[in-house]
């Protein structure tokens, strides 16, 4: 899974938690996805709609079970690399008052 996921969004296989994509597999195989899965590895246009779904649960960090959408994790999701101003709630951005300062150009 993390093979597949680094190469639909382009990042590095690092960025990817393993009990993360473990995760993710399993709640793709309850679903009976996996054949899907592999046909994805091996040509990633033989399923857009199975890969915007796999780059969209990793960017969100919800993904779709056969139970309906749940949080697969919160503080590794994509979303919070895509700007530098943006953090997960309840993690400090930088030191105190540091949202005070004047940007550094």
Known sequence: ??????????????????????????????????????ALLA???????????????WYSGVMMTRHGPEVMTYDSALLWGVATFLHPLGYCGGPINYWSLPPTS
């Open 43 to 57: 040509n990633p246009a033989v399923d857009t709609e199975l890969a915007r779904e796999i780059v969209a649960t």
């Open 1 to 38: 899974m993390v093979a597949l996921s680094a190469k639909l969004t382009g990042k590095s296989p690092e960025q990817f938690l393993e009990s993360t994509a473990q995760k993710l597999l399993d709640a793709y195989a309850q679903r009976g996805l996996v054949d899907r899965l592999k």
